[in-house]
């Protein structure tokens, strides 16, 4: 089992900054990728940026997010991190942590990842 905690979500001005956190417990050594999602009242749950140990270490963003969020992680690999910049009021949404400890290739999908976090909420006002 493991377990995610999300923290560093509030409420932020467009064109402002958070960075959220994902610490993670239990059975850690067995992650390959971790990942950031979020859902929109009213919407799908949806891709937003993943770390994986792909060839050392591989990061993935929606085409949305591309250049202005960015995902790493800490070196124990127990604490994954979500840089936003640039903040649009489209970003608002609550953003879930999630990982998996499965190999292949569909980590911008939400049933591919095995564990997942309660969440944080993040509003960008205009």
């Known amino acids: 089992q493991v377990q995610l905690v999300e923290s560093g979500g509030g409420l932020v001005q467009a064109g402002g900054s958070l960075r959220l956190s994902c610490a993670a417990s239990g059975r850690t050594s067995s992650t390959y990728a971790m990942g950031w999602f979020r859902q929109a009242p009213g919407k799908e749950r949806e891709f937003v940026a993943a770390?994986?140990?792909?060839?050392?270490?591989?990061?993935y963003y929606a085409d949305s997010v591309k250049g202005r969020f960015t995902i790493s992680r800490d070196n124990p690999k127990t604490t994954v991190y979500l840089q936003m910049d640039s903040l649009k009021s489209d970003d608002t949404a609550v953003y879930y942590c999630?990982?998996?400890?499965?190999?292949?290739?569909?980590?911008?999908?939400?049933?591919?990842?095995?564990?997942w976090g309660r969440g944080t909420q993040v509003t960008v006002s205009s």
């Open positions: 770390i994986s140990r792909s060839g050392g270490e591989s990061t």
């Open positions: 999630a990982s998996t400890g499965k190999i292949g290739g569909l980590i911008r999908q939400p049933g591919w990842y095995d564990y």
